[in-house]
């Protein structure tokens, strides 16, 4: 496959970007997205050019490091993570745009690379138990009912990566932070800190900048890991729940 | 409590919620007094002049009326204030667009912010027109709305800026209404599609219903 890639280039955060213009020859229809990517980085090295730099770790789908905006969608146009997108999603002769998450909290620091320590610091508020748990218990020691263990593996399964917050027209983390506190909020672990877990993660993500939902369900199209739009509807449920008992204190 | 409401993302956006839900109650009631016009001045008259004596004898003339102003202007100002600061929030947030744009919200979704400036100029004018009388188009009289109403739908701008504004406040409830159930937390997956019907429904009726009037006029089934 012969590709024509826009990506864009950025030297360092203070930087002004832009979108540079690649051809890439030979590439297979099997290799992932970032095999491509690094096709065309062993060209650019060769030819003493700065290669492109972008987040990538696992390559499995598991991790959330990688990122990149494809083509204006968020890991490109399948549900999944960049790294599990193949280049069989594409017809030779494609121009492909590459640009990085795009939100205010979440910075670039180069190219295609994005400062994403604001999602550490909403965990950091309170998207974590305290209780010393030491080694894993026996399965049985807490019953969870079924359907409870379902909806917080559902939500647990949010990789972090910041595609809900690339895909939102205001920037917004509510995917993300609503995927944690539903995660704990159904467990007996995530019991005891219920309130102050949605109350303190939502001030911090308020606090990072990121914008407000207008329940345009972007997020959620664009999340590879398939977390709903009613995750949303639970965290404001749980916020306003939390609000009210602790207006009553 | 109210401190932590305001000052959250999350928490002016359920004051939008409810506040535009006290406004879609309003636009309810006013809606279906609005379908007495096709009985007749007489009682279309009749029924503004209840609106006016509602709670007699506990309350004096025009007092419910006044209350129900007073609230409504309440949620206006109150939906009007959080909608401006949370998009400035928004867009602050998003500072640069992507080059490769792909818009997929649905078109109801994407103009609520212009929509609400449209019907917030409606408002204005509606008032202007068919409560003071200011900007009225034939002699407004105050106890004869009847006439007031046929008076407004035989000028050519009347009509337009109405039916626009109608359009607009069905585009706004279909996209709000539903966006609300999700603030207030009561959406849930098994409930989307009923309360995406809802909202479809609510949105046409009004329309329909709002429409009505104008068309009448324009008719001759009302003069």
Redesign the interface.
């Known amino acids: 496959m012969k590709l024509t890639l ?1 990506v ?1 280039r950025q030297k360092n955060a203070d930087a002004e970007g832009a ?1 540079s213009t690649y051809e890439v020859d030979g590439i297979s229809p099997d290799m992932s997205f970032l095999e491509m990517l690094d096709t065309l980085n062993e060209e650019l090295i060769l030819r003493g050019e700065d290669p492109v730099a972008f987040d990538h770790d696992c390559r499995e789908g598991i991790c959330g490091a990688c990122s990149l ?1 494809i ?3 968020a890991h490109g146009p399948e549900r999944t993570t960049t790294c599990q997108l193949h280049m069989r999603a594409f017809k030779d002769g494609d121009t492909i ?1 590459i ?1 990085p998450w ?4 979440f910075p670039v620091i180069k190219d295609l690379v994005v400062d994403r320590s604001a999602f550490d610091r909403i965990i950091q508020a309170g998207g974590y138990i305290t209780a010393p748990t030491g080694s894993a218990p026996e399965a049985h020691a807490t019953p969870v009912p079924k359907p409870d263990a379902d909806y917080a593996f559902e939500h647990a399964e949010c990789i972090g990566c910041g595609a809900c917050v690339a895909a ?5 983390a509510m995917l993300f932070t609503s995927a944690k506190i539903n995660h704990l909020s159904v467990l007996p672990q995530g019991a005891p800190e219920r309130e102050t877990r949605v ?1 303190d993660m ?2 911090q ?2 606090e990072e ?10 997020c959620a ?1 664009a999340c590879p890991k398939g977390i ?3 995750s ?10 939390a ?2 008992k ?2 009553k204190r | ?1 109210a401190r ?2 305001w ?8 004051v939008m919620a409810v506040s535009g839900l006290i406004m879609l109650l309003y636009l309810v009631v006013h809606m279906l007094g609005n379908l007495k016009i096709f009985f007749g001045a007489g009682e279309f008259n009749h029924y503004a002049h209840w609106l006016r004596t509602i709670g007699e004898p506990f309350m004096h003339y025009e007092w419910t009326l006044w209350l129900v102003r007073v609230v409504l202007v309440l949620a206006v100002v109150a939906h009007a204030v959080s909608a401006y600061q ?1 998009s400035r ?14 818009p ?2 649905s078109y109801a ?2 103009t ?1 912010r212009w929509g609400g400036i449209i019907l917030a100029l409606f408002i204005l004018w509606h008032i202007l027109d068919l409560t003071t009388g200011t900007v009225h188009s034939g002699g407004f009289e105050s106890g004869k709305p009847y006439q007031n109403v046929v008076d407004t739908f035989s000028t050519w701008y009347g009509n337009t800026i109405y039916i626009v504004a109608m359009l607009a406040v069905g585009l706004h409830i279909r ?1 709000g209404f ?2 609300a ?9 098994t409930r ?1 599609r009923a309360l995406k019907t809802v909202a479809n429904v609510l949105a046409l009726l009004l329309t329909a219903g709002f429409v009505a009037v104008p068309v009448g006029v324009m008719t001759g089934v009302v003069s």
Not at chain 1, 102 to 105: I, K, N
Request: hydrophobic share 35%; charged share 25%.
């Open positions: 826009r864009w979108m905006v083509n204006g969608e745009d640009e795009r939100a205010a909290a939102c027209p205001n920037g917004a109350l939502v001030a993500m308020d900048g990121f914008g407000g939902c207008t329940l345009t369900g972007e199209t709903p739009l009613t949303i509807t639970s965290m404001n449920k749980e916020w306003l729940r609000t009210r602790a207006g | 409590m932590t409401v000052d959250s993302t999350v928490g002016k956006k359920t949370l929030r928004d867009i602050k947030a998003r500072p640069s667009k992507y080059v490769h744009r792909k997929r919200a979704t994407r609520m996209h539903w966006a159930a999700q603030t207030l937390g009561v959406g849930s997956r989307d």
